[in-house]
């Protein structure tokens, strides 16, 4: 009887590894799934605070300017926006390199793309940070948000771009 196996043993170790390669395989599937998931979490994270910082923080200083700027912020009360902040954002924005300086304001790493677009309710654009060129198969996250300018409602639409 040396040197002989069983057929059962035979059986039994190839239905182990079957089992094992099934269970890798279905392991190694979900993680990816579950990894492009938390991407698409963390840009509507993001896309979240940026659009906070926006309507809810002033800055600093708090009566800053494009030239004075440290941290973007255009609050100027409860969901109020103020109004010469919102204009030296448009020229920071509307500047060379002013989109470059935006993203360093708010702080977000280089390896997203960010879309700011504020507008009134008329349709009217009265402040687009965005880059030069926007890609259309990069994964995207918009959130949009109302506040007031002036005493009109506006629009604040932040979109992340991976």
């Not at 896309?47 to 906070?52: C, L, P, R, T, V």
């Not at 470059?100 to 960010?114: A, N, P, Q, T, Y």
């Amino acid at each position: 009887m040396k040197g002989q196996i069983n057929f059962e043993f035979i059986l039994s170790v190839v239905v182990f590894i079957s089992i094992m390669s099934f269970i890798t395989l279905q392991i190694i599937n979900s993680v990816s799934a579950m990894r492009s998931e938390l991407e698409v979490e963390d840009m509507k994270s993001s896309a979240y605070q940026i659009s906070n910082l926006v309507m809810f923080d002033m800055g600093w200083p708090d009566n800053w300017n494009p030239d004075n700027v440290q941290r973007l912020g255009l609050s100027s009360g409860f969901y109020s926006l103020d109004a010469s902040k919102v204009s030296s954002l448009s020229q920071i924005c509307e500047s060379e390199g002013g989109y470059r300086k935006f993203l360093s304001l708010i702080g977000l790493e280089i390896s997203k793309d960010v879309y700011l677009n504020i507008s009134t309710s008329a349709g009217e654009t009265v402040v687009l940070c965005s880059p030069r060129v926007e890609s259309q198969i990069r994964t995207r996250v918009e959130t949009v948000r109302t506040s007031s300018l002036d005493g009109d409602i506006v629009k604040v639409i932040v979109r992340v771009i991976q």
